[in-house]
């Protein structure tokens, strides 16, 4: 009997933690980097999720000239970045693979360190 008791008392433990209680910066301050370079943490995320749409000479019209090749570019619009990652979810858009929590918990840990680029271009 007691042992019923504590694995329920367990899985409903578990079950309240699966249902998205807290930020994952609450749950799992350990997820993404505490200090992210834009050189080591935030330039593979770019180059991943965003860049093959998102170049010069990616796709003509309305994407043509968001550049994220850079740390400047990434800077420069950055408040596009904040919009459609974070406000709104429309990117990546349907079909693509969307960031992870870590990915989102890095670009955001590094814009509070003021979106500094180092000595990267």
């Known amino acids: 009997m007691r042992t019923t008791l504590i694995i329920t008392l367990w899985l409903a433990m578990a079950w309240t933690g699966c ?10 301050p350990d997820a993404a980097p505490q200090t992210p370079t834009y050189a080591e943490h935030i330039a593979p995320i770019m180059k991943h999720r965003c ?4 170049a010069p000479d990616a796709q003509p019209g309305e994407v043509e000239g968001y550049g994220y090749e850079t740390c400047d570019k990434v800077v420069l619009y950055w408040q596009s970045i904040e919009d459609t990652v974070f406000k709104v979810s429309s990117m990546p858009p349907a079909g693509a693979e969307r960031l992870t929590s870590s990915e989102k918990l890095t670009l955001r840990r590094w814009e509070r360190q003021g979106l500094d680029c180092g000595n990267s271009p």
């Open 19 to 28: 249902a998205g209680e807290g930020t994952l910066e609450e749950v799992d």
């Open 51 to 54: 860049t093959a749409c998102h």
